[in-house]
């Protein structure tokens, strides 16, 4: 009898494909989601028991835990992640888990001038105090994924546009979702080679904006150039694009990752050889990524009304008022250090990240 594995976030970018080749490899799974719809569907076609409830619910956590021995901690990327995570540790405590593969960050510091790093190195100390229950880490960097949310301008317009700096510095391996996934499966699948570990999986080489642009142009059959963008500008396109359920405090947050991608953070140490050693394959290429997702997107072919929708969406990037991500972090609610450090400046993450490149100068803070 296989064990039985929660997985949480499971509609979501890394839940859907650890589900999935959970269900590949022939383990029972609930899938907690908060609505039935097509990803659902696909779930319960592979073999999954969908549990509809809501993630920050104590009660619907407790009941999704019910008979399950294992499972995978991925809270949203949206505020309150500290709270998803102390449900998920009281329920995991109380149902005796012998296991959790908890997703974290590649950022991830005691100081951080982001909150929502800040509250996911609390979640992984909290998680990690029950003496019966192992807990494995699984920190990936910036995803593939948050590249794909401006294909659609890469497609029609043949620009690539990112607050990343000069277009000419690799300073991201980025992973797939389904890297990612796969490394939290062999965790989740392993628990005696892996308790107690953290793993950081990236994709298979450092990249420059340059690259990625080039990347998306051979995937899209077209020349795509890169445009660093300023942040305001960001916060405009996070605010004004689909999917645009990116909260305010959310697109704070964005905005310090994208300062900390400007640093070299996520360059430090990268590629690792975590994606390979404990899946057995060579991680997917950033190419390959946008290739799997041309193929399943017919509008991002070349057609006139496509490319009219584009430049309209441009239009309402420029007409959306920009953040005052200054006023977004000082208001009354939001928890925010006097002297934060950013994890290149924290003794205790450059002590797990040995640097395998100069970085360079950083830039303005956020
Ligand atoms: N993106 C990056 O570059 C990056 C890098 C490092 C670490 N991370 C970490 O990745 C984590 C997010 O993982 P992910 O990208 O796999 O997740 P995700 O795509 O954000 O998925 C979250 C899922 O949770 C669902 N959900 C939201 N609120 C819910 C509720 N109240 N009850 C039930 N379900 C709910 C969402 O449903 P809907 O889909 O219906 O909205 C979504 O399917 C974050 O903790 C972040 O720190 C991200």
């Given at each position: 009898m296989k064990p039985k594995i929660l997985v949480t976030s499971a509609a979501g970018k890394t839940g859907l494909p650890t589900a999935l080749q959970l269900r590949e490899k022939g383990y029972p799974v609930r899938a907690f989601v908060r609505?039935?719809?097509?990803?659902?569907?696909l779930l319960e076609r592979a073999g999954a028991d969908?549990?509809?409830?809501?993630?920050?619910?104590?009660?619907d956590m407790r009941e999704a835990m019910d008979g399950v021995q294992r499972a995978y901690q991925c809270a949203p990327t949206a505020p309150n992640g500290l709270h998803f995570n102390a449900?998920?540790?009281?329920?995991a405590n109380e149902a005796g888990l012998e296991h959790v593969v908890t997703l974290g960050q590649w950022l991830t510091s005691s100081d951080h001038p982001s909150l929502f790093t800040r509250e996911v190195y609390l979640s992984n100390a909290l998680i990690r105090l029950s003496p019966r229950m192992s807990v494995t880490s699984v920190d990936p960097g910036w995803f593939a994924d948050n590249y794909l949310m401006v294909i659609d301008m890469a497609a029609h317009l043949g620009l690539f546009t990112m607050p990343l700096g000069p277009g000419n510095e690799k300073k991201n391996a980025p992973p797939s979702n389904e890297d990612i996934a796969a490394v939290a499966v062999a965790a989740?699948?392993?628990?005696e080679a892996h308790a107690g570990r953290s793993y950081r999986p990236t994709g298979p080489e450092l990249l420059s904006p340059n690259d990625i642009a080039a990347a998306m142009g051979r995937a899209l059959g077209r020349r795509v150039r890169y445009m660093d963008i300023s942040e305001k500008m960001m916060t405009?396109?996070?605010r004004a694009l689909p999917p645009s359920n990116y909260s305010e405090a959310a697109v704070s947050q964005l905005a310090i990752y994208a300062e900390e991608y400007r640093r070299g953070t996520f360059a430090v140490n990268a590629p690792t050889g975590d994606v390979l050693k404990l899946t057995g394959e060579a991680p997917e290429s950033f190419e390959n990524i946008v290739r799997r997702t041309v193929a399943t997107r017919p509008d991002l072919r070349k057609s006139v009304p496509a490319t009219v929708r584009a430049f309209t969406g441009f239009l309402k990037i420029l007409l959306t008022p920009a953040l005052d991500l200054e006023r977004i972090q000082s208001q009354r609610d939001h928890v925010r250090l006097m002297n934060p450090t950013f994890s290149q400046d924290t003794p205790e993450w450059t002590a797990t990240h040995v640097p395998a490149m100069p970085v360079s100068a950083p830039a303005k803070v956020a």
């Open positions: 609505r039935r719809d097509s990803r659902s569907a969908i549990f509809v409830g809501n993630q920050y619910s104590l009660s449900v998920f540790t009281v329920a989740l699948t392993d628990p405009k396109a996070l």
